[in-house]
């Protein structure tokens, strides 16, 4: 299968600007979960969606929002960009299933390539 | 929400040796707990995982060790490689959340 992959690759932007990312699971994964990396702060949960519907939410801004589609790609857009959003943003898909008593289960979570965003 | 904390934050082996990388967690509902491994310039890349119902996990010269009452769980790396060097990141969740909380991770450098 092909794994995750994440378009684009690059962005240079300057600050005010709003970006949009792109995210595309493993084929049969329905679950992608947004993580900024940066040196100082490390992997920080943004957000995951399930079927189309955000599950959880990390602490950041509003400006920073996301949404899947149908077959699953993510996207992700943040608005009115400041310096300190220049970082790698990385998705992960799992292949996440309903128990019978309709719990959802979550399994190994696998990373795209990034997209390594400069704000200027 | 859970927090994990990861040491040491640079570690440097020689070629052979054993390696050692500590993780704590905070929540005991946290019952998954995978590392990856992430080489400059790449994704991070799971390499193995543990969750809470086993107390020890082994995969060739990797094995993850898990001790749920003390709420921390390390990496073992044995007969180590130049190529093993890399960025190692802990992580702890739950296996019904879509979220892993992340150690701040560990630069392991081995030296041949």
């Known amino acids: 299968k092909a794994g995750v992959t994440q378009t684009p690759r690059y962005l240079i932007k300057t600050r005010g600007q709003q970006v949009t990312l792109s995210c595309s699971p493993i084929?049969?994964?329905?679950?992608v979960s947004w993580y900024q990396q940066t040196p100082g702060q490390g992997l920080q949960f943004l957000f995951e969606?399930?079927?189309?519907?955000?599950?959880n939410k990390g602490n950041f801004p509003g400006r920073f929002s996301g949404r899947q589609f149908s077959n699953s790609r993510s996207e992700m857009n943040v608005s009115t960009l400041e310096l300190g959003d220049s970082a790698l943003y990385l998705c992960?898909?799992?292949?996440?299933?309903?128990?019978?008593?309709?719990?959802?289960?979550?399994?190994?979570?696998?990373f795209g390539p990034g997209t390594r965003l400069t704000v200027l | 929400g859970e927090n994990v904390e990861q040491h040491p934050s640079t570690l440097s082996v020689q070629e052979g040796d054993s390696a050692v990388i500590k993780c704590t967690y905070s929540?005991?509902?946290?019952?998954?707990f995978p590392w990856y491994k992430q080489e400059l310039g790449k994704r991070p890349q799971l390499i193995i995982d543990?969750?809470?119902?086993?107390g020890e996990k082994k995969d060739q010269r990797i094995a993850v060790t898990l001790n749920k009452t003390a709420k921390h769980f390390s990496l073992h790396i044995t007969e180590t490689q130049p190529e093993d060097s890399a960025v190692y990141f802990c992580?702890?969740?739950?296996?019904?959340?879509?979220?892993?909380?992340f150690g701040r991770g560990t630069q392991l450098t081995v030296w041949p």
């Open positions: 992960a898909s799992s292949l996440a299933s309903r128990t019978s008593g309709g719990a959802l289960t979550y399994n190994e979570q696998f």
């Open positions: 084929s049969g994964h329905r679950s």
């Open positions: 969606y399930f079927s189309e519907t955000q599950r």
């Open positions: 929540d005991s509902a946290s019952n998954y």
């Open positions: 543990i969750r809470s119902n086993v």
């Open positions: 992580a702890g969740g739950g296996s019904t959340l879509g979220r892993l909380y």
